[in-house]
Structures are given as structure tokens and as C-alpha cells.
Nanobody, 122 residues
Framework: VQLQASGGGLVQAGGSLRLSCAAS????????MGWFRRAPGKDREFVAA????????SYAESVRGRFTISRDNAKNTVYLQMNSLKPEDTAVYYC????????????????WGQGTQVTVSS
């Protein structure tokens, strides 16, 4: 599967953005989908993941209650709604896919998108 992330940009603290990740192919619903991010000078870290059906989600503690991951299998797209953004959310955001299980480990994902920059100004 090929992944294309979009929706990043510059936003003030407290604002919102919605990231999208479009997947190619006919087997999107067979993949667990995740979002990760890499801030300057830091390792890539887990943000959120969603099960194949969308019924189960997992979040990093730092974004829980502010970010929402969802998916539309008919559109082959996964979303990350980001509210109450903080300057520390500034990072390149990546979507990822795996045929295995919902996991917070970046090593558990076989397919990665190219990333989209999110910058939150204070």
C-alpha cells in the first residue's frame, strides 16, 4: 500500500488542523493505521492508531483528549483531527500502515507515508 499524507500547515496555539492520509489499493480495510511524528532533534514517536474497522483506537498520553484518529474505509483514508494545538506539537507527521495488530511501536508498521509538516506558533 502507498500512503500520501496531507493537511499540515502553520497554526496558532489553541488552533486546529485535520490531517489526512490517502492510501492506494483495494485492501485498505485490512490495515491497522497509525500516525507518528518527529519533532526537530527527537526520535519519531507514536501519536495514535486505529483498528481495521475503526472501532478501536489508541493514543499517546501527550495527545489524548485533544487528537482524534478516524478512518473511512470507503474512501481509503485515515484522519487525525488535532485540536487545542500546542507549540510542542510542532513536528513532521507521518501516517503508517500494518497488517498485524494495533501497536505503538514504529517498528510494527511496514508502510509509511512521506510526512506533512505541522507548525504551531505560540
Amino acid at each position: 500500500v502507498q500512503l500520501q499524507a496531507s493537511g499540515g500547515g502553520l497554526v496558532q496555539a489553541g488552533g486546529s488542523l485535520r490531517l489526512s492520509c490517502a492510501a492506494s489499493g483495494r485492501t485498505f480495510s485490512s490495515y491497522v493505521m497509525g500516525w507518528f511524528r518527529r519533532a526537530p532533534g527527537k526520535d519519531r514517536e507514536f501519536v495514535a492508531a486505529v483498528s481495521r474497522s475503526g472501532s478501536s483506537t489508541s493514543y499517546a498520553e501527550s495527545v489524548r483528549g485533544r487528537f482524534t484518529i478516524s478512518r473511512d474505509n470507503a474512501k481509503n483514508t485515515v484522519y487525525l483531527q488535532m485540536n487545542s494545538l500546542k507549540p510542542e506539537d510542532t513536528a513532521v507527521y507521518y501516517c503508517a500502515a500494518t497488517r498485524t495488530v494495533v501497536t505503538i511501536s514504529r517498528n510494527g508498521y511496514e508502510h509509511w507515508g512521506q510526512g506533512t509538516q505541522v507548525t504551531v506558533s505560540s
